[in-house]
């Protein structure tokens, strides 16, 4: 029953979200707040991961492939693939549940037991509208965009590791990402990459929102949205790839 509850708490929550702003001036600027803090301000982390990630399963998949009859375009087609397909979305969502969602959760939890939101409902201002609307706006454009830097970066990091250590050239890594490429796969990862950011966005705004008590349970609640944050995005990732794939 309680999930129920939740749940329909949930829907609500959504619903007086999307209704129409107070605003729209102070709304678009608040939209453009969240997509620095959530897209600009992830950018370096997102950066690292997947130039890491490039450069590891480069160096792995080149460790598999030890016999002497597979050419090295290979690689390129492997990473070019996987990257696209699921861990440049899946591991980028997980690592912005973590850096976003919790901090969405703590910043709308902070102002939920500070009473800020009880004053923007005494001032007529629809407070779901005002906070949460915006960064689930900011995060189904910014995520997306993250996504598909990810996995252009963990190409690169492929072609460098691959380039460094003589694994493979630079153009036999670009002739086989280039051969098994297919617009599909890109497509399935945007659409993948939109579905988390809005799970991660829309659960932790929940999580805050129906924050009470004091400090600590603002810490519960950031802890909750990283984790039912987190756990819906490797559903969707298994029901996205059952129904496309």
Not at 143 to 158: E, Q, R, T
Not at 230 to 236: D, P, R, T
Request: one cysteine or more.
């Amino acid at each position: 029953m309680k999930f129920f509850w939740s749940f329909g708490q949930y829907l609500y929550l959504l619903k007086e979200a999307g209704s129409r702003p107070d605003n729209h001036r102070v709304f678009i600027k608040r939209i453009m707040q969240e997509m620095n803090i959530i897209g600009i301000q992830s950018l370096g982390i997102v950066t690292v991961i997947s130039l890491f990630m490039g450069m590891v399963l480069t160096l792995e998949i080149a460790y598999q492939l030890v016999a002497a009859w597979i050419v090295d375009s290979v690689i390129g087609e492997i990473i070019s693939e996987t990257t696209m397909l699921e861990l440049s979305p899946t591991i980028t969502a997980l690592v912005l549940a973590g850096r976003v969602g919790s901090n969405i959760a703590a910043e709308i939890g902070n102002m939920k037991i500070s009473e800020q939101i009880d004053a923007l409902d005494v001032m007529g201002v629809n407070a779901p509208s005002y906070l949460i609307a915006p960064k689930i706006i900011a995060s189904v454009i910014a995520i997306p965009m993250l996504i598909v830097i990810s996995i252009a970066l963990s190409h690169v990091g492929g072609m460098f590791i691959g380039h460094v250590t003589g694994i493979c050239s630079i153009s036999d890594f670009s002739a086989g990402a280039q051969h098994t490429f297919k617009t599909f796969t890109l497509i399935f990862a945007v659409i993948k990459a939109f579905t988390f950011a809005f799970v991660i966005s829309s659960v932790s705004s929940y999580q805050g929102f129906v924050v009470k008590g004091g400090a600590l349970e603002v810490g519960k609640a950031s802890t909750k949205a990283v984790v039912h944050s987190s756990i819906l995005i490797l559903i969707f990732d298994y029901l996205l790839a059952q129904l496309l794939l």
